[in-house]
């Protein structure tokens, strides 16, 4: 396969939807030689419900600042199908790409010739990363969980370096428990008997949880023979990590973030209160139906001068009308638009020379990468 066939094969998974379980990513990866046992005791492995790609960009880039090989594999990608791999934060290329969904397409046609269940999107995926990276002769792999943890995809490691669980709020109550509680456990099913584990505390931004979790990720990585002593604070304020409070324009300034749940409009929340609490905001907005968009608009739509709502390039996505109607009550200064180039329209149209205005993107991260390219194109 070339890459355009690799990522057409990869993409008809996802009609096969979200399967729980271990079992056939276990097989999967069996007939791929386990690559993953090859690197678990090198991982550090992430579960949580907001800032598990920034923490671990955190911890990557103070191992990259101490002379360290970083291997990571975060999914779903942000703007880029290839950025869900990386190696010292550098995108698999077209033909790896390719050459990994080969191999385990080779895989997963056997199974279905045994009479096995196929591999879903996520399972392929994370078998091309397990493949790809235990290859690619690592000091330390990052690993994100997808949903959950006990049963996610990526908990097939028998052991590992260190687990990290950031901040839990409730998302995906209809596969992971209806509680805290619950959902808590689950995520905390890639816990490793006899290895340490660091959660996340509590603070006002998801930036100040995050960092403060990596640094504490960091110092457990110390006692386990990495020498971060002298990196630790240097490394952190390296990091970059787009869309996540990322400003892609200036004159008027435009920021973009993935805040898709209660507890990360929350947190993107307080952020903006901080950082932009003297300006006036207008916000673009796309979610998706299964999210509890409700509450984020109670949570964070009155923090807005005014609201244009988009619809997301998304299956699951909720009609931008819809989430006009539904936020009414929050903030009646609303109105929706009928694609992501006339909402950026709208949104400049909005701003005033002579205002001191900032314009806030945020959602479900499947329409920020079309949002950006708009941003591009006016720029």
């Known amino acids: 396969m070339n890459y355009n066939e690799a990522r057409e094969y990869v993409l008809a998974a996802t009609k096969l939807g979200s399967v729980m379980g271990l079992d056939t990513i276990k097989e999967l990866l069996k007939r791929l030689g386990n690559p993953h046992l090859s690197i678990q005791k090198r991982v550090v492995h992430v579960a949580g419900t907001n800032g598990k790609g920034s923490t671990m960009a955190y911890i990557a880039s103070v191992c990259m600042e101490a002379g360290y090989k970083v291997g990571k594999y975060n999914s779903p990608a942000v703007f880029d199908p290839l950025e869900i791999i990386t190696v010292n934060n550098v995108n698999i290329t077209e033909d790896e790409y390719a050459m990994c969904a080969t191999e385990v397409q080779k895989q997963c046609d056997a199974m279905v010739a045994d009479g096995l269940s196929h591999p879903t999107y996520f399972e392929i995926e994370t078998a091309m990363a397990f493949w790809f990276l235990a290859q690619s002769d690592c000091d330390i792999y990052l690993i994100e969980c997808g949903m959950g943890g006990r049963d ?70 110390i006692k386990e023979g990495y020498n971060l002593e002298d990196y630790i604070e240097t490394g952190l304020s390296k990091m970059k990590w787009p869309g996540r409070m990322e400003q ?4 008027p300034t435009v920021i973009i973030d993935g805040a898709h749940n209660p507890d990360a409009m929350t947190k993107l929340r307080n952020a903006l209160d901080t950082t932009y609490g003297g300006q006036k905001k207008i916000f673009i907005v796309g ?82 990468k079309d949002l950006k390219n708009v941003i591009i194109d006016i720029r």
């Open 152 to 221: 996610d995809a990526t908990n097939v490691l028998e052991t590992n370096l260190l687990s990290v669980i950031t901040s839990i709020g409730l998302d995906h109550t209809d596969f992971l428990g209806a509680t805290i509680e619950e959902i808590t456990a689950n995520k905390e099913g890639i816990i490793k008997p006899g290895r340490p584990v660091v959660r996340a505390g509590s603070g006002d931004t998801i930036t100040e949880v995050n960092k403060e979790l990596a640094r504490k990720a960091c110092q457990v990585l």
């Open 248 to 251: 892609i324009h200036t004159n």
């Open 287 to 368: 979610v998706l139906a299964d999210k509890d968009y409700e509450k984020e608009g109670e949570i964070i739509a009155d923090r807005a001068e005014h609201i244009i709502t988009v619809t997301p390039d998304n299956k699951r996505a909720l009609d931008g009308s819809v989430l006009a109607q539904k936020w009414h009550k929050y903030n009646s200064n609303i109105t929706s638009a009928a694609t992501i180039k006339e909402a950026v329209e709208k949104a400049f149209g909005l701003v005033s020379d002579n205002d001191d205005q900032i314009i806030v993107a945020f959602g479900s991260l499947s329409y920020l």
